[in-house]
């Protein structure tokens, strides 16, 4: 490609906030439930780039299709692949459309298809447009794809009020919050330079083991998942287990798993030398546990996104009360998940609390 940005390039990214602020000057768009993708280009060559930097071409030729039909012949975009079910946004019927088999891929593209919602602009003709402002790349993207059929662009608004009504509304549509991104900020590849405000607070966990369910034979019934985070060394820590499964559930999945029971232990992040360096293990003697409680170790190939409430200890930190199970995350690398993703509680001031001024701490 020939283009002034080349695949693989890192999306922008966002920190989670609890509440859409009025006091900051953003541009805000809604929060669309799909695959991260930016969109590639260039004549006949069209890429599809997931958020972990790899090709979504082979399954959703559909888009690649309609990109190549509608867009100009050399542009970059970033956006959200999306699909529509009974009128709302489906993820899970999105996220079947990851399958390894040419033939099923086809028909889900005649049966599901995606469609693509663009939010910015990164490039066009031989510009780059990172380092202009968010609403210099909006305006560009609304003179480029206004009335192009086909490719959707997403509402934004810079009026905090509105933001706040499009987050109790659309949610009804199947849209899962709202984004903020500075106004008059550049685009920042890998960063969390935007917020996200969500309507429950969620994390995508490493899918790192298992527990079989007491009184029952190993192998045929899960208890729970084990799940993992990495810090910014790479290292994998234990922050919880999600397991609030129906009993069909617990079955299905000690079948769906079992292909990833490791096999060799000491390959494995919390087993064998790795137990050693310091990182928050499973299943550990500690002051509520006097033997260790065992489990099976999968190798770390599947991605879980959990709803969790709290989060507890000093880093790494631990989720305080179970979190539930959410949905499988097939769009997400195991190494993208990461501590920098969740909640960072605000810190107070404890003399100042104790006098009842409650203020950040400096």
């Not at 234990?238 to 029971?261: D, K, Q, Y």
């Not at 995350?329 to 409650?358: F, K, M, N």
Request: contains cysteine.
């Amino acid at each position: 490609m020939a283009l002034p940005l080349t695949p693989p390039v890192q999306p922008m990214l966002a920190n989670s906030v609890d509440r859409i602020p009025a006091d900051k000057d953003l541009v805000f768009e809604p929060k669309w439930d799909g695959f991260r993708c930016l969109v590639f280009r260039d004549g006949d060559e069209v890429v599809l780039q997931s958020r972990s930097g790899k090709p979504l071409n082979r399954y959703f030729p559909e888009v690649v299709e309609t990109m190549r039909a509608a867009l100009p012949d050399r542009v970059v975009l970033d956006g959200e692949l999306v699909v529509a079910k009974a009128g709302r946004l489906d993820f899970d019927t999105l996220s079947d459309r990851i399958h390894p088999a040419a033939s099923r891929v086809a028909l889900l593209a005649e049966q599901t298809p995606a469609s693509y919602v663009a939010f910015d602009l990164l490039a066009t003709g031989d510009r780059a447009l990172l380092g202009e402002p968010a609403v210099a790349r909006r305006a560009a993207l609304l003179d480029l794809l206004t009335g192009v059929e086909d490719v959707r662009i997403t509402p934004a608004t810079t009026d905090v009020d509105l933001a706040m009504e499009w987050f109790e509304l659309f949610e009804g549509a199947g849209l899962d919050g709202v984004m903020g991104k500075p106004a008059n900020g550049v685009y920042t590849p890998g960063k969390r330079t935007m917020i996200k405000v969500k309507h429950a607070r969620t994390a995508d966990c490493v899918v790192a083991g298992l527990r079989w369910h007491l009184n029952t034979e190993p192998g045929t019934t899960v208890g729970s998942l084990l799940l993992g985070l990495h810090d910014d060394a790479g290292v994998l820590h234990h922050v919880g287990v999600v397991g609030s499964f129906p009993t069909a559930r617990r079955r299905a999945l000690a079948t769906e798993l079992a292909p990833l029971i490791e096999q060799d232990p000491e390959d494995h992040p919390w087993l064998g030398e790795h137990a050693q360096d310091g990182r928050r293990l499973p299943g550990s003697v500690n002051r509520w546990r006097a033997g260790e409680q065992p489990w099976v170790p999968l190798r770390c190939e599947r991605v879980v996104e959990v709803a969790y409430t709290q989060t507890e200890g000093q880093a790494p930190a631990r989720f305080r009360h179970n979190p539930q199970f959410g949905r499988w995350r097939p769009d997400r690398e195991p190494e993208s998940c990461r501590y920098d993703q969740l909640d960072q509680p605000a810190r107070y001031d404890l003399a100042a609390v104790l006098r009842g001024e409650v203020r950040p701490a400096t």
